[in-house]
C-alpha cells in the first residue's frame, strides 16, 4: 500500500466523510422524511399511486440502489483524485 502525507490523507477522510454524510442525509430523507410528510405528499401520483406510499413500496428502495451505484462512481473518482487507484493497478 502506498503512504500518503498526513495533509493529503486528511483531505481524503475529509471528502469520504463528506459523501458519506450526504447518503445518510438522503437515505433519512427517502425512509423517515417522506412518513412524516405523507399526508402533504399524498397529492402527488407516481405510477397511480400517491406518492407516499410509492416510496414506502418501491421508491425508497429504489433510492438506496441508485445510491450505491452513485456511491461507487464518486469513491473511484476520489480515489483516483488523490492517487489511490494506483495500489489497485499495481496489484493486477
Given at each position: ?8 490523507a ?11 454524510t450526504?447518503y ?7 425512509s423517515?422524511?417522506v ?10 401520483k407516481?405510477n ?15 433510492t438506496?440502489?441508485?445510491l450505491?451505484?452513485?456511491n461507487?462512481?464518486?469513491?473511484d473518482?476520489?480515489d483516483?483524485?488523490?492517487g ?9
Amino acid at each position: 500500500m502506498r503512504k500518503i502525507d498526513k495533509k493529503q490523507a486528511d483531505a481524503y477522510f475529509r471528502a469520504r466523510t463528506t459523501l458519506v454524510t450526504i447518503y445518510l442525509l438522503i437515505g433519512f430523507s427517502a425512509s423517515f422524511g417522506v412518513v412524516m410528510f405523507a399526508e402533504q405528499l399524498s397529492g402527488f401520483k407516481v405510477n397511480g399511486m400517491p406518492f407516499h406510499y410509492f416510496m414506502g413500496a418501491q421508491g425508497a428502495v429504489l433510492t438506496f440502489i441508485i445510491l450505491l451505484f452513485v456511491n461507487a462512481i464518486i469513491n473511484d473518482r476520489i480515489d483516483k483524485k488523490f492517487g489511490l487507484d494506483q495500489d489497485l493497478k499495481d496489484k493486477e
